[in-house]
Each structure stands twice: as structure tokens, then as C-alpha cells.
């Protein structure tokens, strides 16, 4: 059996909000393969491994300046960061108040514009130059009721990643991950007990939900020189999407073919 060789031992790789849920697979898939990986987040884990945990709130720009500066005196370079840390919890567009939507959008899309313009410019001084990972949702490519401003900024990111790949290119290549439903410690906010998340896994062509370990995986890929020709494009991880509504509405009668 051979083993394929992603080119990513001793890189040095940060994921923000990498402690926990698709950022904690994201942090896992990376140290699988030999990369130096550099967890920030708001508060520190109450366990890690695989990776160093360095405080930092991402909405925060003079502290995300700090742990780029903290990150390269330690490591000597940074190879990859991977913009995880985002998220928003359910509240009708009406009812929240215009406070609460900025908040949203600035962890979900301002927060990731800052940490990239910071990685830039320490990849931009390299001979390797870098990569940047934005890590998306298929809520900015569809309808995201409850969560509009979540949806919104998410979209907003697809387009940031276009924007920078062209600008930062040749040296720093920008790509994203629009990920779909995936089980963590914290589905059950989102789909309720077990019975409700095997039944949205069923909404589901694959049937079920991913798992951490898959998007890290796909991060991997994108980061590596292996994939050294993708920049500026969006790559979708969602089990193919959502079986749509009317099949299951219709009551229309639909005959075997041979």
C-alpha cells in the first residue's frame, strides 16, 4: 500500500477557532500529517492535542496583528491558516436587533478579511509564499432563514476569496469551503436529540451528516501543494446538497424504467 505525500510536514498552520467542533477535525487532519498546528480562540480548551493554543479574539485586530507576531517568532514562518472561528446562533431578521447583525457579520466576514490581511503580509516575504483556507457554509449560497446575516456573510466570504486570490496571487493562493451539515458536539442546538439529526441526515443524498475529520480533510487537500493550481474557487462539501422539497410534496405517480 502507498501513501500519498501532501507536502505539509513542518508547516506551520493556524486555525482559528480550532478547539472544538469542524475547526478541532480541521486542527486533527493537519497534525495527522506532520504540519506545526496553532489553535486561537477566545478562551483556552480544556484539552488539546496535536496542536498549541494561542488566545485571540479574531474580531479583535490588534490582537489578531499580536498572534501572527507571536506565531512567527516562534515557528520562524506561517504556511497556512485556516479562517474556521464563525458561527451565529438562531434569531429572526426582524426581531434582532442591528447590533446583534453586526456582530454576526464581523466574526463571519470582517474577522476572516483581518486574519488574512495579516497572514498576507508575513506569506508575501516568503519564498513559499502561502495559503489561506476560508472556511464557508452552504447557508451563503441559498435561502438561510433564522440565520439571514450568518447567510449573508457567509456569501460575502465566496467573494472575498475571489477578490484576494486575484489580488495576492502568484504568491499566496485563497481558497474556501462552503460545508454543509456536519456533526459536532454542538449539533443539537441546530438539529435537536439523536432522532432529529439522523432525520436531517436523511434530507440528505449521503443520508447522514459529516464529520469534522471530512472538512479537515478537505482543508488539507486545499492547502497542499497538490492542489497548487486551485485558487480563487469555492470547493462545496455537503453530501450533495438537499434532496429537493417537491419530490417528497408531489404527489404525481412515478413509474419504474427499465
Not at 104 to 123: D, F, I, K, S
Not at 221 to 226: D, E, Y
Not at 233 to 258: C, D, I, K, W, Y
Request: hydrophobic share 45%; aromatic share 4%; net charge negative.
Amino acid at each position: 500500500m502507498t501513501t500519498w505525500d501532501l507536502g505539509l510536514g513542518g508547516a506551520v498552520v493556524l486555525v482559528t477557532g480550532g478547539a472544538r467542533g469542524v475547526g478541532a477535525g480541521i486542527s486533527a487532519a493537519f497534525a495527522e500529517v506532520g504540519a506545526r498546528v496553532v489553535v486561537c480562540g477566545r478562551s483556552e480548551p480544556d484539552s488539546l492535542s496535536g496542536a498549541e493554543f494561542l488566545p485571540c479574539d479574531v474580531r479583535e485586530p490588534e490582537q489578531v496583528e499580536r498572534l501572527v507576531d507571536r506565531i512567527t517568532e516562534r515557528h520562524g514562518r506561517l504556511d497556512v491558516v485556516v479562517n474556521n472561528a464563525g458561527g451565529a446562533p438562531f434569531a429572526e431578521a426582524a426581531r434582532a436587533s442591528a447590533r446583534f447583525h453586526e456582530k454576526v457579520v464581523a466574526l463571519n466576514l470582517l474577522a476572516p478579511l483581518t486574519v488574512a490581511r495579516c497572514a498576507n503580509t508575513v506569506m508575501q516575504q516568503q519564498d513559499s509564499g502561502g495559503v489561506i483556507v476560508n472556511v464557508g457554509s452552504v447557508s451563503g449560497g441559498r435561502a438561510s432563514p433564522g440565520t439571514a446575516s450568518y447567510g449573508a456573510a457567509k456569501a460575502g466570504l465566496v467573494n472575498l476569496t475571489a477578490s484576494l486570490a486575484v489580488e495576492w496571487a502568484p504568491k499566496v493562493r485563497v481558497v474556501a469551503i462552503a460545508a454543509g451539515m456536519v456533526r459536532t458536539e454542538q449539533a443539537h442546538l441546530h438539529y435537536g436529540d439523536e432522532a432529529g439529526i439522523a432525520a436531517a441526515g436523511r434530507t440528505v443524498p449521503l443520508g447522514r451528516l459529516a464529520e469534522p475529520a471530512e472538512i479537515g480533510a478537505c482543508a488539507v487537500f486545499l492547502a497542499s501543494p497538490k492542489a497548487a493550481y486551485v485558487s480563487g474557487t469555492t470547493l462545496t462539501v455537503h453530501g450533495g446538497g438537499e434532496v429537493p422539497a417537491f419530490l417528497a410534496a408531489s404527489n404525481a405517480q412515478h413509474e419504474e424504467r427499465a
